[in-house]
C-alpha cells in the first residue's frame, strides 16, 4: 500500500476589493489568482500530518476558478485555513433564487484518478460544515435555520463528482458528460435536477443518512444524478461506492465512464444578506481494483412513497489516500 501526504492549493477569483486576513486565517485573498504561501511558492503546499499515513513530497494540480454565474449586487469571499485544512465561504447573492451563482469548494484529488467507476471497490468520503447569516462562521457543525429562513437563503452542501468516457473530458467540470452529486443539506428553494418530475425514486441508506436519487439534464446537456439525503448530514463519513455502484450497474451510467473530478462545497444560490459556509475535516480514501458484488441489504430500493421529499433546511486493491486538496472560490468581496 502506498501512502501520500496532503497538500492544500488555494486558487481563488475576486470582483471587489481586498479584505486583510484576520484571526486564524492563514489568508484571505481577493483580487488575487492566486495564493502565495507564505514559504513564497506562487502555489501554496502545505504537507499535512496525519496519524494515518506519514507525509511525503505533494503534486500540485491547480484549478481554474468556476466564476461564471456572478450577481452584479452580490460577492463572494474566501478565507483558508492551511493546518488543519479548512476553509470558510461568505457570500450574498440577491437574485435569481433558481440559479447557481457559485460554488465554493475544497478538491479532492488522488493519482488514482481518473479512474472508471467499475473500478473502484471503494470510496470513503468524509466532510464536516456549518452554515449561518453574516460574516463571521457559525459554530462548528450548526446550522442558524432561522436566520437563513430569514435572509430567503437557498443553497445546498454537496460532494460534486464529475465523469465521462473519456478520460481527458472526465477532469474538466465544464466538458464531462456526466455528474454526481451527494447533498448533505439543502436550504431555501434549492432542489436537484429532476426534483418535479413524477417518476419511481430509489433510496439507499448509508450509516445513517438515507438518500434518495434524482436525475435531469442541466443547460450544457449533463446528466446529473444527485443523491439528496432526507435530512442535514453535519458530520458525514461514509464509504459511497454503493451510489455510484447502482448508477452504472442499472446502466445509467457506462461502467467504463472515469471519475476525474470529487469535490466538496455548497452552490450558493440566493440570500438577501452575508451567509458563510464553513468546511472542515474534507477527506477522500481511494480503493482501487473490481467493484464488489453488493449483498442484497446493501443495494438501492425504490421509495415507499414515491412523491415523498427531504424537507430544506431539516435535519482487493491499492488504497489511495487523498493527495491533493484543491481549495477553490468563484468571487470574493470585501466582507462588511
Known amino acids: 500500500m ?7 492549493v ?30 513564497g511558492k506562487l502555489i501554496c ?153 413524477n417518476r419511481p425514486r430509489i433510496s439507499l441508506t448509508l450509516g445513517n443518512v438515507e438518500f434518495t436519487l434524482y436525475y435531469g439534464k442541466n443547460q450544457r446537456g449533463t446528466n446529473v444524478f444527485s443523491w439528496v439525503a432526507a435530512e442535514n448530514a453535519l458530520s458525514f463519513s461514509a464509504e459511497v461506492s454503493p451510489l455510484l455502484q447502482y448508477l452504472w450497474r442499472e446502466g445509467l451510467v457506462s461502467a467504463g465512464s472515469f471519475v476525474g473530478v470529487v469535490a466538496f462545497g455548497s452552490e450558493a444560490f440566493r440570500s438577501v444578506g452575508n451567509v458563510t459556509f464553513s468546511a472542515t475535516d474534507f477527506d477522500m480514501v481511494l480503493d482501487t481494483g473490481a467493484a464488489p458484488t453488493l449483498p442484497p441489504e446493501e443495494l438501492p430500493k425504490p421509495k415507499s412513497d414515491a412523491a415523498s421529499r427531504p424537507a430544506p433546511g431539516t435535519r482487493g486493491s491499492w488504497t489511495w489516500l487523498v493527495l491533493n486538496m484543491s481549495i477553490i472560490g468563484s468571487l470574493g468581496a470585501v466582507l462588511l
Open 45 to 197: 503546499e502545505y504537507p499535512i500530518r496525519s496519524p494515518r499515513h506519514r507525509t511525503s513530497t505533494a503534486h500540485s494540480t491547480p484549478d481554474v476558478p468556476n466564476a461564471w454565474n456572478p450577481d452584479g449586487q452580490g460577492f463572494q469571499c474566501m478565507s483558508v485555513r492551511d493546518s488543519p485544512p479548512a476553509f470558510d465561504a461568505t457570500w450574498k447573492w440577491p437574485s435569481a433564487a433558481d440559479t447557481v451563482h457559485s460554488y465554493p469548494h475544497v478538491k479532492l484529488t488522488t493519482p488514482a484518478l481518473p479512474i472508471t467507476l467499475s473500478n473502484i471497490s471503494a470510496m470513503h468520503l468524509t466532510g464536516k460544515w456549518s452554515m449561518g447569516a453574516g460574516s463571521t462562521p457559525a459554530p462548528r457543525l450548526s446550522v442558524d435555520t432561522k436566520a437563513l429562513a430569514d435572509l430567503d437563503v437557498t443553497a445546498n452542501v454537496a460532494f460534486d463528482m464529475f465523469a465521462d468516457r473519456n478520460a481527458e473530458k472526465s477532469v474538466k467540470e465544464t466538458m464531462a458528460e456526466t455528474e454526481i452529486m451527494i447533498w448533505l443539506g439543502r436550504f431555501g428553494h434549492a432542489q436537484p435536477l429532476g426534483w418535479n418530475e
Open 10 to 39: 488555494l486558487v481563488l477569483l475576486c470582483i471587489k476589493q481586498t479584505s486583510a486576513s484576520s484571526g486564524s486565517y492563514d489568508a484571505t485573498v481577493c483580487n488575487q489568482k492566486t495564493y502565495t504561501s507564505r514559504s
Open 2 to 8: 502506498q501512502c501520500l501526504g496532503h497538500a492544500i
